[in-house]
């Protein structure tokens, strides 16, 4: 064996070396890999994979996103003005042109209506937010977050860009930059212990390159398996890989070089020093290491994506110990004694009188000791609150800009709308049929009274508040007040037709008077004949014409009077006509509104099919839609009458005007007969503008006459009408009372019924709703909900998996029965995370205690040493979560552990704690004498090692501390309490104390049996 290392060792170091360089150059670019595969995923059938995969279908060919929020504040107590607000708007009309140079797929602002920028307004009117949505590469959201804000940025306006996915992006950096902040920490750490350890420079550097290159080779392997193979992958996976690296790496090199350096004490021979020191404590490096293999190859098993990620220790761990057990004995063969320069002192192992005290006392009262430490450790076991948080928004420093913008988002709009929970509805069937929009606009309500919530908004809800016109109650009141309308319509119109009868038959008897009148216009032309001649023979007749002046000036004035009579008589007809024709039109109903009432009687029948109240309104309904019609014809013959009777009135007019002419003439006739002969020339003249005035008088009387007989006609026809419509209308005033009656009780009683009549369902404004919450083949739907606490806060996912049983439980008996549910946002992430965390927990650590405990039942020889120790690690844990815990209430503010911190934690200190387990009871197999004697040997010889390489272990932990991400810095403070634990309480006293105890009752079992045996001989 020794011939076989002298040859190889070069070639060892070389291939090593080699390796080392090899891996550096293959490995992949580190943080591009965090940022693209290192995202926390949970199982495909949790609810937020569910509501991803049902999201996909709403715009479905498209592809993914990611959301950024960009939130514009004054940056005080005062308001946008109204100049800001201008500039605002012309910023996202900047970036809006431009979409390809920002890699924007959609933008959501002021820009898309009052209504809009009202939402994305705070209430304090200080804020306002934009919603931009980018193509998906979580590799470059940062740097295209920062281009967007340097193009929109505003003089005088505070801009921060944030929104989950930028928190996720920064929490991701953070985590990287705190693992570059650890190696640098760890690695000073190390050096410095180990050269006060060693007392030489020369081993902690060794350690430090054969611990570098197990390093550097596994991460290139298990990265370039992640980028290849999809191996699982967390912002965890390098820093976890470090520690573990680092620490237990230069824990076993401490237990391996403290052996060659006692080894080589007593023997010149390096080789022979190597081999020795390989076969004793190479063998218990191998078991140590096993153990911890195992217990992080079982992660390998678990179902969430973190706990596999951490498998890849197991790697690490695997390629360590081939290099401890190979490169170590090759330096050791090469640098022998030299590795120690400048000492010149071998006394290898030191003993620890601390530990050969706390075991001597824990074996000699061995039960006491355990039912103490028992005791002490249950208190602080029992602090742990076991309530954990999942709020990543911890996890970031308030100096990322992210954290900034989701806190100015909370401080000033409700809490839950930097991360609003999204409900994904999906049927085989359309649902934009009035009986679904009825049964969404049902869980929309529904979820709107939940207490959990400060708004919903969704298909029939595009803002948030409910559209008063699509609900029945609102509907009713109109339909109750197209009724009354209508009632008042058909009652003016009926009282219209009445007096439009009257009217008619005073038109008939006027008739007569114009007869009268024709009849006395002829005996005034055969008084003007008569005067005529008269006037032939007026020098010798002069005393018959005055006596027929006389005569004609009486009857022109009778003449006279009757024509102003019935002129009157046409005017007041003309005025009667001209109010019937108003109150017709004033009082019409057009076909859309009796339609509407149609549909809206229609859609109450469809509910209430058998209510007769309903049929006698429909029926008057069906009434009513001939009345305009009737309404068209009425007015239409009124038209024509005026028209006729402008005309009678028109040819009296120019009566007038003769009889006026002829009445002067008379006058002046009269006058001039008076006079004697000397006025016969101007009678004469006279004469011939009273024949004149009786030409233009028959004239008219004719004209009269024909439109007087037209109108009798129109008259005779326009009366029957009237007397039909009157009727009709009486029988649907009836129909219209009996509907109104039923319609205002209805009313009250509606206020949710959603009804959206067909002319407003296919109507643009509501496709853009349609457009907005659902899928293009309408089979798939979103509802909105913004939460009145903290998305991302414990009580949050609560109200979301409540959230999820309301409509769950609100489609059982609707026409969405049988949909697909999906729920997505942060608070559901959350809630998944917690469920599968907590189950593949337990899982997972079960699986790693039966694994780990069958490698020590197979070191130790003895099952029962076995699960004491197992004992010892378990209760450990549970002292260090409640101590842990109550650490960073008083020293970080936090009343609680991160979500994760309990499994790294556990982890951490089950693979690696039973590690000191294993160099104890490796030299207990070793040590002579009785049980106790062995245990309190083992303990004194190798107390310093346990000691130093806890203090190593968790310091290289404490090196995590400084990156500022809180899981970073929770999980050291338990870890590190765990280690002290185990190294000054659990190892060196509850262990021996456990052991020594059952080795006790195992030697008095063995006595009782013999004496047994023996009586019975």
Same mark, same amino acid.
């Given at each position: ?28 670019? #580190? ?6 595969? !290192?995202?926390?995923?949970?199982? &495909? ?17 498209? +592809? ?10 004054? !940056? ?16 996202? &009309? ?25 939402? /994305? ?61 650890? *190696? ?41 398996? #992640? ?54 404590? !190479? ?58 320069? @400048? ?35 249950? @208190? ?75 708004? #919903?908004?969704?298909?029939?809800? @595009? ?66 004949? *008569? ?20 005569? /004609?000036? +009486? ?5 006279? +009077? ?40 229609? +859609? ?24 305009? %019609? ?68 028959? $004239? ?16 005779? *026809? ?22 109104? $009656? ?9 206020? =949710? ?62 026409? /969405? ?54 004992? $010892? ?8 979560? !409640? ?18 911190? @309990? ?23 070793? *040590? ?15 107390? %310093? ?61 063995? =006595? ?10």
């Amino acid at each position: 064996m020794e011939k076989i290392l002298k040859k190889s060792r070069i070639f060892i170091v070389a291939f090593w070396l080699i390796a080392a360089v090899i891996a550096a150059f293959a490995l992949p670019n #580190v943080d591009h890999l965090v940022q693209t595969k !290192g995202q926390i995923t949970v199982p &495909k059938n949790s609810y937020i994979q569910k509501g991803t995969r049902l999201q996909k279908k709403l715009t479905p060919g498209q +592809s993914s996103s990611d959301d950024i929020i960009a939130v514009f504040n004054t !940056g005080s107590k005062s308001k946008l003005s109204s100049r800001q607000i201008s500039k605002i708007r012309q910023a996202v &009309k900047k970036v809006s042109k431009d979409k390809s140079t920002y890699h924007i797929s959609s933008v959501t602002s002021l820009l898309d209506g009052k209504s809009i920028q009202k939402q /994305l307004t705070s209430k304090d009117k200080t804020t306002m937010l934009v919603q931009i949505s980018v193509k998906s590469d979580q590799s470059q959201i940062g740097n295209r977050s920062s281009k967007i804000k340097k193009a929109m940025h505003i003089k005088g306006l505070t801009l921060k860009m944030t929104g989950t996915d930028l928190v996720n992006y920064d929490f991701l950096s953070a985590s990287q930059n705190g693992v570059k902040q650890t *190696e640098i920490i760890a690695i000073i750490f190390i050096l410095i212990v180990l050269i006060f350890v060693f007392k030489t420079p020369v081993v902690p550097l060794i350690s430090l390159i054969t611990v570098g290159i197990s390093f550097i080779v596994s991460f290139s392997l298990v990265t370039n398996l #992640v980028q290849h193979f999809n191996y699982p992958f967390s912002n965890f996976t390098q820093v976890f890989m470090v520690v573990v690296l680092f620490g237990i790496g230069t824990d076993y090199n401490i237990l391996m070089y403290t052996r060659f350096k006692s080894e080589i004490a007593g023997d010149d021979d390096n080789n022979r020093s190597a081999v020795n020191t390989i076969a004793a404590s !190479g063998r218990t490096v191998l078991f140590s290491g096993s153990s911890v293999l195992i217990g992080f190859a079982t992660l390998a098993l678990a179902r969430f994506s973190l706990y596999q990620a951490t498998s890849a220790v197991a790697i690490g761990v695997l390629v360590l110990l081939l290099v401890l057990t190979t490169l170590n004995p090759a330096l050791m063969s090469l640098f022998g004694k030299r590795l120690f320069w @400048p000492s010149k002192r071998f006394s290898g192992e030191s003993q620890s009188r601390y530990w050969h005290f706390l075991t001597s006392g824990a074996v000699k009262h061995g039960f006491i000791n355990v039912l103490v430490i028992v005791l002490i450790a249950a @208190p602080f076991a029992a602090i742990f609150s076991n309530k954990l948080n999942f709020n990543d928004l911890w996890e970031v420093s308030n100096k990322y800009e992210s954290k900034q913008g989701v806190n100015l988002i909370q401080k000033h709009f409700p809490a839950g709308f930097s991360s609003p929970v999204t409900v994904v509805i999906s049927s085989d069937k359309r649902l934009d049929s009035n009986t679904s929009l009825y049964d969404l606009d049902s869980i929309q309500s529904k979820l709107t009274k939940n207490k959990n919530v400060s708004e #919903v908004m969704g298909v029939t809800r @595009p803002l948030g508040d409910k559209i008063n016109q699509l609900y029945v109650d609102n509907q009713l009141g109109t339909l109750n007040s197209g009724i009354t309308k209508a009632g008042n319509g058909v009652s003016t119109i009926n009282s219209g037709l009445k007096d439009a009868q009257n009217q008619l038959d005073k038109q008939q008897t006027n008739t007569a008077s114009v007869q009268k009148l024709i009849d006395g216009t002829s005996q005034l032309q055969s008084g003007s004949s *008569e005067l005529q001649t008269a006037l032939n023979t007026l020098q010798t007749k002069l005393s018959t014409g005055a006596a027929g002046a006389a005569e /004609l000036d +009486s009857s022109l004035g009778t003449l006279s +009077s009757s024509t102003a009579t019935l002129k009157s008589a046409v005017d007041q007809i003309l005025t009667g006509n001209e109010k019937i024709m108003s109150a017709v039109q004033s009082s019409a109903i057009s076909a859309s509104e009796i339609q509407q009432l149609e549909e809206l009687v229609a +859609s109450l029948q469809q509910s209430y099919p058998n209510d007769p109240r309903l049929t006698a309104l429909s029926k008057a309904l069906s009434q009513l839609s001939s009345l305009p %019609s009737s309404q068209a014809e009425l007015i239409s013959n009124l038209q024509k009458s005026n028209t006729a009777l402008t005309q009678v009135d028109k040819g009296l007019g120019t009566m007038q005007t003769g009889i006026a002419q002829m009445q002067t003439g008379a006058n002046q006739l009269s006058s001039g007969m008076q006079t004697g002969a000397s006025g016969a020339g101007q009678i004469a003249s006279k004469t011939q503008d009273l024949t004149k005035g009786l030409a233009q008088v028959q $004239s008219g009387q004719q004209e009269m006459k024909t439109a007087l007989n037209q109108l009798i006609s129109k008259s005779k *026809e326009l009366k029957t009408g009237l007397g039909k419509a009157s009727d009709g209308l009486n029988q649907v005033s009836d129909g219209l009372d009996q509907g109104q $009656s039923y319609v205002s009780q209805l009313i009250g009683n509606a206020s =949710d019924w959603l009804n959206i009549p067909n002319s407003v369902l296919r109507s643009k404004t509501f496709k853009q709703s349609l457009d907005q919450y659902m899928s293009p083949d309408r089979k798939t739907t979103k509802i909105t909900v913004i939460l009145k606490m903290d998305p991302f806060s414990h009580s949050a996912m609560s109200a979301t998996n409540n959230l999820r049983k309301v409509v769950s439980h609100s489609l059982q008996g609707t026409s /969405l029965a049988g949909s697909k549910i999906g729920i997505t946002g942060t608070s559901m992430k959350n809630y998944d995370l917690q469920q599968i965390s907590t189950s593949d927990f337990l899982r997972t650590a079960i699986i790693m205690l039966i694994g780990i405990t069958i490698v020590l039942s197979f070191i130790t020889h003895s099952t029962l040493h076995a699960f004491m120790i197992i004992a $010892s690690l378990a209760g450990t844990y549970f002292a260090s979560l !409640g101590i842990g815990e109550k650490i960073s209430q008083i020293f970080l503010g936090r009343d609680m552990l991160s979500w994760n911190v @309990p499994f790294f934690s556990f982890i951490m200190l089950v693979a690696l704690g039973v590690d000191y387990s294993i160099f104890v009871m490796r030299r207990f197999d070793e *040590e002579r004498g009785t049980t106790k004697e062995r245990l309190v040997a083992a303990s004194t010889h190798l107390g %310093s090692v346990v000691i130093s390489a806890a203090v190593i272990l968790g310091g290289t932990f404490a090196s995590m501390i400084p990156s500022g991400i809180l899981t970073l810095v929770q999980v050291p403070i338990v870890v590190i309490v765990g280690l002290v634990i185990l190294a000054f309480v659990a190892i060196p006293m509850f262990v021996p104390a456990g052991i020594s105890d059952i080795e006790w009752l195992l030697m008095k079992h063995v =006595d009782a049996t013999k004496r047994a045996a023996h009586k019975k001989d």
